[in-house]
């Protein structure tokens, strides 16, 4: 089966920038949509950014808009989350998630710690 590996994540001062990866790996994958999810602690998982994986349609969470980017590369099968102007209430465990058909997610990564601080 296709497992999700990310990484990328760290400490970053506020308005800096982090770029996150999440790499599909095993057999050929190709997943109507992937997306980024976080959860910060005692806060529930929301997502913060959608791809689809053939239109490359983006949707964001209000609260990342115009600070993230989500892109995808086809060739690697993978996906990124570029953030910037990150800010303290960014800091959470980013998960990178993939879905076969729209508005589900079934293959999910592991997580990977975003730390927003000065």
Sequence with gaps: QVQLVESGGGLVQPGGSLTLSCAASG????????????????????IVASITWRSRITNYADSVKGRFT?????????????????????TAVYYCAAGTIP???????QG????VSS
């Design 70 to 90: 989500i892109s995808r590369d086809n060739a690697k099968n993978t996906v990124y989350l570029q953030m910037m102007n990150l800010k303290p209430e960014d």
């Design 112 to 115: 990977t710690q975003v730390t």
């Design 27 to 46: 057999r050929t994958f190709i997943p109507y949509a992937m997306g980024w999810f976080r959860q910060a602690p005692g806060k529930e998982r929301e």
């Design 103 to 109: 508005g589900q997610y079934d293959v999910w990564g």
